[in-house]
């Protein structure tokens, strides 16, 4: 059986500004590893493994040459490359991805991956889809529950049901984002992972679930793809019905609602979601950093120097033109900054 | 009775980086006003008013071109430029000064000003001149002494002694910069005065009382002097001469020692020593600054965004090479940085 790998690198990585940029998000940032997020996706699962296609590649209009190039960059070849005209949210990029692989074979196992995931291990990743993959060819919708290290507050829970096959059990509930009293419920409770996003399925089961649960979903994403038109080497989904898509996560579309979902747990991989900066190390290391009295700060610069005294519990992140000074225990606020940005008309700095 | 005045700008401002460099130290920076802090102290005290001279300047090597532009800027001419080899401290300039004045006219009143003060009110200023003018006239080397607004435990101190003309005192005693609680000790006294380090004598009586009390420095000065060759408009000192020179404060040398130091007292026109970034206004309202719940920072870019969250008490200064991020109440830290950038070898960066 092969495995489709679909990367969904549509993401705007606002909380990342100033080195995420619209023209620019994080997935395509060197911020883990010495390649980029996307890149390290791409190479997780990808041709060069045992059992894995070349990946299918859906990503935010402007984009398709440097998802072309940094892929080129590690000799990795795409199966496609799919143009979002707009964002929709992750239900309607599975359901495009399900429609579209289908197309090729509806019983092919998509491996559905954000492109802004970090993951130490992947060795361990690929054995954990092929735990996972045993339950999403008998028809099931599995997601990969993380070993939750502590009762964190920005990630979604899954609670564990019934054991379905070795590692693999029904996904009984999902939690969003919870207060920290849950949270750390949820870590005594020891049923609950974290929910890494991550989703294996048969093709025909996610596009058959999407059109129960989500009709309105399936069909734009239909519509997209039948008047999606060439462009560049990719495929540009036709604006207008794309657009017509409601926008709302897989996880509150599909995986909530299905009774097919699955999760392998525990999965251990040193998996992070580098949603902001409390998750970036820092460089206080670099050449271009100097600390005098300064610790517990997250520094981060991709030319300037930055020199921080007495300082602690930062995030100071530079760029050329731009210059981010926040506190470590409150990335959150770089939205409000971005939000200030576009009122300002500062385009060039977005 | 004619005033000339003579500017020490030979300072390098090393507290005041990111945007003090060796090539354009601080007292050539636009920080406090639209002009820079020397053309402030030329325009203050120069032949634009009764019964002044234009400027002598005496400014670090490699500083002639920008000192001849920024005065042409304001549409001063300077009587002279006088350059330093090295940096040789107060008493040498002071000596230095003495001597070429005293070439012309022994008897010329000098007025002996850093370049790197801000005053608010100028006016003020020339009227505590016209004060201390008449001690000077009979023979005193007299300084300034601003009315202390708190303890500050940076600046010197004057003690006032028996009064010689109005509003001008002997001084007593000079205190080097206090701890805290001599400070207080002093605001409470009431005699005693921050020091300006601004002086006002007859050139022939600082020659004479600098070869009384370091006759080294004075010989030296005046061999610089005597060996000293045009340099683009210019007059270099000689180098071997110069940096033989004992390298220590006038107040030392010469106002701790000497009979015939005055103060005019209290001179309240505003005075701030601008040394580190403490003293400097912050541009919080610039547009190239955005505040989200940061209050309380002193923020400053000469182009580069800042983008300052949740942070309060902290120093932030960008230029487009460097970034400094300093908490506000230890403005000292930023020499320790300059510290490491020699030693790391950062010569582009100092």
């Given at each position: 059986m092969k495995i489709q790998p679909v990367i969904m690198?549509?993401?705007?990585?606002?909380?990342?500004w100033p080195m995420s940029r619209k023209a620019l998000p994080k997935q395509f940032l060197k911020l883990v590893t010495a390649r980029t997020m996307f890149q390290d996706t791409a190479l997780r699962a990808c041709g060069k493994h045992d059992g894995y296609g070349d990946p299918v590649v859906i990503c935010g209009g402007g984009h398709g040459p440097l998802v072309a190039e940094q892929l080129a960059e590690i000799a990795i070849q795409p199966a496609d490359i799919i143009l979002e005209p707009c964002p929709r949210n992750t239900a309607a990029v599975a359901a495009v991805a399900a429609a579209w692989v289908a197309r090729g074979d509806e019983d092919a196992l998509i491996l559905l991956m954000p492109a802004d995931h970090h993951i130490a291990d992947d060795a361990g990743f690929r054995n954990a889809v092929a735990l996972g993959a045993k339950a999403a060819e008998a028809g099931n919708i599995v997601t990969f529950g993380i070993a939750a290290q502590n009762p964190h507050t920005g990630y979604g829970y899954i609670e564990t049901g019934e054991r379905l096959f070795p590692s693999v059990y029904e996904a009984a509930s999902f939690k969003e984002k919870p207060d920290r009293a849950a949270a750390e419920r949820y870590i005594k409770d020891g049923r609950y992972y974290w929910n890494a996003g991550i989703f294996l399925y048969r093709a025909s089961v996610m596009r058959d679930e999407m059109a129960r649960l989500a009709p309105e979903i399936m069909a734009a994403a239909n519509k997209a793809l039948g008047q999606a038109a060439p462009s560049d080497g990719a495929l540009r989904l036709d604006e207008a019905a794309f657009s017509a898509c409601p926008s709302d996560s897989i996880d509150y579309v599909v995986m909530e609602k299905t009774d097919k979902s699955a999760i392998v747990a525990p999965v251990d991989v040193g998996w992070t979601d580098i949603g902001s900066w409390s998750e970036v190390a820092s460089d206080d290391n670099s050449d271009n950093v100097i600390c005098v009295n300064a610790a517990n700060n997250i520094i981060r610069s991709d030319g300037p120097l930055i020199a921080a005294a007495g300082v602690e519990g930062l995030i100071i992140v530079a760029t050329g033109d731009a210059v981010l000074v926040a506190r470590r225990d409150n990335a959150q606020d770089v939205r409000a900054i971005v939000e200030e940005l576009k009122k300002r008309g500062l385009q060039h700095l977005l």
């Open positions: 690198s549509g993401g705007s990585g606002t909380r990342l």
